[in-house]
């Protein structure tokens, strides 16, 4: 009889176990349902695959979009995106941090749709109080329409860095010892949203929106924020400085890969255009840091 006992408690903590690291996994890669709200769209923004899934459409009417339902401070925040395929001209399919107001901060990835068969291109910018004007546009080195790829953006207190499938493509650092304001004390909700831009986003507005295409679609999975939660003016880190993201820094290898992109890929950088800034560039491009080279 002990033995029968002893044999049904097993079985019991067995599937305890399982179902424990059943939920743990399906957290861990994200639910739409858990973590946002759709925010626009009149139904063209569709939560599939219980939750795994999240596509984004656009048709001549309106473009679709979603915010998290959390705000965060710090953290390292990944989503997967499959961008829209074939004639994307005009299009805009974005994934962003931002804080609200009009001092707000921001930390964008916006990838600019293309005719069919042309690199897409994608557009970061920083915003600290509500200025922006720090584009870097950089031509991704794969089809982002064939597969889901992973796009990251690390936020800790000493810097920004944005990466794709873990190779980092743009560094912002904290520079507030020189007078440069840095986004460090506003939460921020993430963002994602696809939309008409036909005015600007292909070769400066010439190429516009083929609506003979549409409905453009953009997909979306694995969201995953290893963040602090801001919630009732508190964050849920009682000590962020323990997160592997609080002090994380390129290392050497990180570095190479950085510049190699930059060397092979980057199509405009706000820090080299004279021309735009007369009066001389801004402030954070006069220091050397990996930011702007």
């Known amino acids: 009889m002990a033995s029968y006992n002893y044999s049904i408690s097993s079985v019991v903590l067995l599937l305890l176990m399982l179902c424990t690291f059943g939920s743990f996994s399906t957290s861990s890669a994200g639910n739409f349902f858990k973590d946002f709200d759709i925010t626009w769209g009149d139904g063209r923004a569709k939560v599939l695959d219980n939750g795994k899934i999240l596509a984004l459409s656009l048709d001549k009417a309106s473009g679709s979009g979603i915010q998290s339902k ?37 930390i964008d990835f916006e990838f600019l749709g293309n005719l069919s068969g042309e690199p897409y291109i994608v557009h970061t910018n920083v915003y600290t ?32 860095i944005f990466y794709i499938d873990g190779t980092p493509i743009r560094v912002f650092d904290n520079l507030e010892s020189h007078g440069i304001s840095f986004p460090k004390n506003q939460p921020m909700r993430v963002y994602s949203s696809l939309w008409n831009a036909d005015d600007w986003a292909t070769r400066g507005g010439l190429i516009k929106t083929d609506w003979s295409q549409a409905p453009f679609t953009a997909s979306l999975r694995n969201f995953k924020a290893n963040a602090c939660v801001w919630k009732s003016e508190k964050s849920s880190c009682k000590n962020s400085s323990t997160k592997p993201w609080s002090s994380q820094e390129l290392d050497s290898e990180s570095q190479e890969r950085l510049k190699w992109v930059h060397k092979n890929y980057m199509v405009y950088n706000y820090c080299e255009d004279t021309k735009r800034f007369p009066q001389g560039l801004p402030q954070e491009c006069t220091f050397n840091t990996t930011s702007t080279n």
Do not use: C
């Open 70 to 106: 959390n705000e965060y401070l710090f953290g390292k925040i990944d989503m997967q995106l499959k961008l829209v395929p074939g004639n994307s001209a005009g299009t805009v399919t974005t994934y962003y941090l931002s804080s609200q107001g009009p001092n707000h901060d921001e």
């Open 129 to 160: 109080q509500g200025k922006g004007d720090r584009e870097q546009q950089f031509y991704l080195w794969f089809d982002p329409t064939a597969d889901f790829h992973t796009y990251s953006i690390l936020w800790n207190p000493h810097t920004i």
